[in-house]
């Protein structure tokens, strides 16, 4: 018998030169088989699953890191608003070519944040495309058995409460396309670098994740926008809200850019990319998950009230007049 060793195809050679690094979780079993083993230690799997794509989620020339860092971000973001702890991602990578350059910066961004964020590669794949880059990812986390958070179990007299600041990634966005933002900001290099820095690399508030399992009756994240995704959590619970929109929290950016008459509150609200989380917590539940959430460095900001009803959320201005939002979020179709 003839010993024979296969050639390796440019996909595995790819796989193990940038990815395999990554891959530290036994689990994952080196990326040599076809699947991956994601123990369940006695807690519910939670299972989320977000794409990016080049022209719609990301710029052409937006640094690999970021695109990568922003690929598993956008799933964590998903994780901490159910009260999940990140347990391991799989990831499906469609390229139109195999640079050196971009691989090495986007597998260096993927593994810090792998590591900073406790969250493995687990495995995934890679394609070819003719089209634009995309990166799919799917994430995993855990939970205490029967203790995830859903959208809907929102009720009449709950706090609506939301952590970070709202807006800034569409007025990051509006700054690399050359828009409006960037004209009135052209002097002022910190406030752009925030902005456009909010928009590339979103920041999933995990170390919230026991919080929201503790305290909110209802959660979500803000990705396509807070109004339309109040209104989706609203729907979910049966229920409405009323909003105060001059309590929504914004960076100084955004309320100086909104006081100048810049932009309007509906840039604001329907932009999307925020990734931040929005939950119901019961009244007698807020100065816990106040008290809980400063402990943990996450910034939370109670915005309004669960109402009955099943209209849409109302936003009422500084007068308590209702603000009439032309759209309410991002779509994509």
Not at 207 to 214: E, N, S, Y
Not at 255 to 282: M, N, R, T
């Amino acid at each position: 018998m003839t010993d024979r060793k296969e050639t390796p195809s440019g996909e595995d050679s790819l796989i193990s030169r940038y990815f395999r690094p990554l891959a530290t979780d036994p689990g994952a079993f080196n990326l040599d088989d076809d699947a991956a083993v994601l123990k369940a230690l006695g807690e519910d799997i939670v299972v989320t699953t977000d794409a990016i794509v080049e022209g719609v989620h990301f710029l052409p020339d937006d640094p690999p890191d970021t695109v990568a860092r922003k690929a598993l971000r956008v799933n964590l973001s998903d994780l901490a608003a159910k009260g999940a702890s990140p347990a391991g991602f799989v990831l499906t990578l469609a390229l139109r070519s195999a640079e050196d350059a971009w691989l090495t910066a986007f597998a260096r961004g993927l593994g810090e944040d792998a590591g900073l964020f406790r969250c493995p590669l687990l495995g995934g794949d890679t394609v070819s495309t003719p089209g634009p880059l995309m990166i799919s990812i799917t994430a995993f986390g855990r939970v205490p058995a029967g203790k995830m958070v859903y959208r809907t179990g929102a009720k009449p007299g709950d706090r609506v409460v939301v952590t970070g600041t709202i807006g800034d990634a569409a007025l990051g966005l509006d700054i690399l396309r050359g828009g409006a933002v960037a004209a009135v900001l052209a002097d002022d290099a910190a406030a752009k670098a925030m902005l456009v820095g909010r928009y590339r690399i979103p920041q999933p508030r995990t170390a919230l994740a026991q919080a929201v399992r503790d305290h909110a009756g209802a959660a979500m994240d803000v990705s396509d926008g807070l109004a339309g995704d109040l209104a989706k959590l609203c729907a979910a619970s049966g229920v409405s809200a009323v909003i105060d929109a001059p309590g929504i929290p914004l960076s100084a950016a955004a309320a100086a850019l909104l006081a100048g008459g810049s932009v309007g509150i509906e840039a604001i609200v329907a932009g999307g990319d925020d990734y931040e989380v929005l939950c119901a917590v019961p009244e007698n539940r807020l100065a816990a998950f106040a008290q809980a959430a400063d402990a943990a460095g996450v910034a939370v900001t109670s915005i309004g009230a669960v109402v009955a009803g099943v209209s849409a959320p109302k936003f009422l201005d500084a007068q308590g007049s209702e603000i009439g939002l032309k759209r309410l979020s991002y779509s994509h179709f």
